[in-house]
């Protein structure tokens, strides 16, 4: 059993991604493979590993959820006071990663990231289930709590105080975008000789495409 971990591996074989086949524009390409990925009935398509560093650049990752995306970068939402919120507040620079595993890929994204508008958040926590309203609310994210109960009982609180009426948006929760200046798309080959295309932003100038070594 000593060997087991490392005798674990898989044959990519299922598509090719070249260099002129990948469209100029990454956002393109981006929606290009979402759309695949959407088709394929992936669980939880829009998971991605958000990546942060605090102030002395130590960095921390976990699984968020991509709720958007567009010309302008790719929307999240969180608790800005949480682990990830007092990262983002000390150090704008984070990456994301997408892995698609029933398609073989992988889309890494480098950016700095910036809070919503007020507006766009408001926006999307209405459309939010009610008891994901609540939750908001009753969760002091990422905060050290001695027992479920606390959660519990702050749901309850949160459930009464607003029945019967809207709940509103908490001025600890919203929306933040990434601004990508870095992406890169893998295709899983054989061999592990896999395709990986780059675009890196140039400055008024669009964007640069070039093929990576794997």
Known sequence: ?????????????????????????????????????????????????????????????????????????????????????????????????????????????EGTVSKLSVAESETYFNSRPTASKIGAWASPQSNIITSRKILEDNFTEVEMNFAGKDIDIPPHWGGYIVTPILLEFWQGRRSRLHDRIQYTRQENTGWKVERLAP
Do not use: C
């Open 1 to 109: 059993m000593t060997n087991s971990i490392a005798d674990i591996r898989k044959e990519y074989k299922l598509k090719t991604l070249n260099k002129a086949d990948a469209d100029p524009d990454p956002f393109v390409q981006f929606n290009k493979w979402w759309d695949e990925a959407m088709m394929s009935n992936i669980e939880e398509v829009n998971a991605m590993t958000l990546a942060t560093a605090d102030l002395n650049g130590k960095p921390s990752a976990r699984i968020v959820l991509l709720k958007g995306f567009d010309e302008r970068g790719f929307i999240f939402y969180s608790n800005y006071k949480s682990h990830k919120g007092k990262d983002i507040n000390e150090n704008n620079q984070v990456s994301l990663v997408f892995f698609w595993k029933e398609l073989e890929r992988q889309i890494r994204v």
